[in-house]
């Protein structure tokens, strides 16, 4: 079972961040991260982290993202800094094989949470 919190509304150029609370299975065996999703489009990848670590977080967000991993927590988090518009969305966390996080292949993944909503909005 994986958990979400931390959405919320925030405005242009603030900061989040999401938690990811896993039960059931240990997180750092397993590639685990976020997926977002816009209504009309379809989720895609924003971040991962793999069980000896490396990460992943798309280009598009890179360089306001980070996804970490509290190994003690069994948890996974997303700092997200600088939100703009285009940000909104519903987050969902995941996991599942690594392949199909390389594939951005949602159909892959093997656990979902329930998903939170970030509104990016004055």
């Known amino acids: 079972q994986l958990v979400e919190s931390g959405g919320g509304l925030v405005q242009p150029g603030g900061s989040l961040r999401l938690s990811c609370a896993a039960s059931?299975?240990?997180?750092?065996?397993?590639?685990i991260g976020w997926w977002r999703q816009v209504p009309g489009k379809e989720r895609e990848v924003v971040s991962s982290?793999?069980?000896?670590?490396?990460?992943y977080t798309t280009p598009s967000v890179n360089d306001r993202f980070a996804i970490s991993r509290d190994n003690n927590k069994n948890t996974v988090y997303l700092q997200m800094n600088n939100l703009d518009r285009d940000d909104t969305a519903v987050y969902y966390c995941?996991?599942?094989?690594?392949?199909?996080?390389?594939?951005?292949?949602?159909?892959?993944?093997?656990?979902w949470g329930k998903g939170t909503l970030i509104t990016v909005s004055a």
């Open positions: 995941a996991a599942g094989p690594l392949a199909y996080w390389w594939r951005g292949d949602a159909n892959g993944m093997n656990y």
């Open positions: 059931g299975f240990t997180t750092s065996y397993v590639a």
């Open positions: 982290i793999n069980s000896d670590g490396s990460t």
